[in-house]
């Protein structure tokens, strides 16, 4: 399956990228961070305790399950209003 | 319901007297507005560009408008946020509710209010003399949602 992984904020500027796809199988949204934190050290920031993810455009916890062509976002905490 | 996420400027006065223009049912209308400070954290703020997630600000915003609408009769709700540059002393955000009487209404906007601060995909970055720093989401605004 494949997923499109975004980043938004503090993360996309140390990832140095908006996103990037992927090519696995993955459960869940811990299995993409998983992955991701398993390519390398400059992917540290995705260790954040207070990291947050979506879901195809929708807030979700880490176990939420994945379907191919899903997008996943990876972003710190929201800090709008 | 109505959900904007914009760049420009807007008129807060004219946005709450709005919310009870040709509905002669709503008694209460309860407002927030939120504005650039130029001081955070210790330094002074000159700027600040606020970054969002452009398909998901929108679902996420009307999701929280829609779960208020579910908990409380509000006959109109308005939630306005702005994007990209912002100076010291600008409105950023303004929620609007209108209900019939004024406990919805109050409880409503304080709602989507703590709710938007903990689930809306906006991320401040200010401008200050040390240079641009990314504003860090804030425990208290956490316990602040946990509430409802």
Redesign the interface.
Known sequence: MSVEVVYFARYRELLGRDGERLEGDFENVEAVRQTLLGKGPEYAVLAEQNLMCARNQDLCRLAEPLADGDEVAFFPPVTGG | MAVRVQQQAFDPGAEVNAMHAANAGVGAVVSFV?YVRDFNDGREVAGMF????P??TE??LA?IVVEAEQRWPLLKVEVL?RIGTLQPGEP??FVGVASAHRQAAFDGCNFI?DY??????????ETTGDGPR????RHSD?QAAERW
């Open positions: 939120g606020l970054e969002h997630a398909g998901m679902k996420a999701k946020h950023i955000v209010m938007l601060k903990t689930r809306a995909p906006f991320w401040k970055k990314w504003v860090e989401g956490q």
